[in-house]
């Protein structure tokens, strides 16, 4: 029982520091770092739902990092938080919100307030899956 109590801290440490990690990163506006240095090559996001050109599951490190250079090209923020990261396990939630004018689809050129509750699973010391939760603007 020790033994597994021992892996539990282990691995909640390095969730807890992916966690710091992120909120550090994004934070800072550095969202694609954050993606370049903590995610798996494995890694999916799963939004609440599809996105005009983007499908609501997108897969591997490659595609997500397209993904969020593309983003990163076509939309202008003007101002971001990020909330403390909470840790359960290999998991932590936090919260994310933007003021941001649109660069493409169906709001573009227009500038809007986006909030939403991000779930990470973390293993190995990676981020591998990222899950977003939001309503619809």
């Known amino acids: 029982m ?19 990690r992120l909120h550090e990163l ?4 550095q969202y694609h770092e954050a993606m370049e240095e903590l995610y798996a090559d494995d ?5 609440a739902m599809a996105m005009p050109g983007q499908d609501q599951i997108l897969e591997g490190k490659p ?12 939309n202008t923020v003007h101002e971001q938080s990020v909330g403390t990261p909470l840790v359960n396990g290999d998991q932590f ?7 941001l004018t649109m ?11 986006m909030s939403e509750w991000c779930l990470y699973t973390v ?10 939760f939001y309503a619809p603007c």
């Open 2 to 20: 020790i033994e597994k109590r021992v892996w539990v801290l282990i691995s909640l440490m390095d969730t807890q520091q992916v966690a710091n």
């Open 26 to 29: 994004c934070s800072a506006g």
């Open 43 to 47: 890694a999916k996001h799963i939004e």
């Open 63 to 74: 595609a997500l990092l397209k993904m969020s250079e593309h983003w990163g090209k076509t």
């Open 93 to 99: 939630l936090c919260q994310m919100s933007m003021d």
């Open 103 to 113: 660069g493409d689809g169906p709001m573009a050129g227009q500038r809007a307030q």
């Open 123 to 132: 293993a190995d010391g990676k981020i591998k899956e990222a899950r977003f």
